[in-house]
Nanobody
Framework: QVQLVESGGGLVQPGGSLRLSCAASGVFFRITPMAWYRQAPGKQRELVANISNSGRTNYADSVKGRFTISRDNAKNTMYLQMNNLKPEDTAVYYC???????????????WGQGTQVTVSS
């Protein structure tokens, strides 16, 4: 029942833009903190940005000022707007839902399958 599906990845030139989407189902989206992670070949997975259920955001230093995380609770969808892309942004980007247990809702940690972002000239 729980499913996270990323879309929007692709090949772009340095300085270009992409918008990633993560469509969530079965996760009580409105009360679930969400995040984007990425993993480049040969490197550790790293947190790119996260967003609370109420819309508070945090960003990795490497993407501040260039990326914007957002969510549309009515659509059960999270987004990552990526501007001024750099070659070092090349990675597989993963959607994550990580929610602590509450009285009537169980804890959740779920991942999407990932979407490839390649920034190259």
């Amino acid at each position: 029942q729980v499913q996270l599906v990323e879309s929007g990845g692709g090949l772009v030139q340095p300085g270009g833009s992409l918008r990633l989407s993560c469509a969530a189902s079965g996760v009580f989206f409105r009360i679930t903190p969400m995040a984007w992670y990425r993993q480049a070949p040969g490197k550790q997975r790293e947190l790119v940005a996260n967003i609370s259920n109420s819309g508070r955001t945090n960003y990795a230093d490497s993407v501040k000022g260039r990326f914007t995380i957002s969510r549309d609770n009515a659509k059960n969808t999270m987004y990552l707007q990526m501007n001024n892309l750099k070659p070092e942004d090349t990675a597989v980007y993963y959607c994550n839902a990580d929610r602590p247990r509450s009285l009537f809702v169980p804890a959740l940690n779920a991942w999407g399958q990932g979407t490839q972002v390649t920034v190259s000239s």
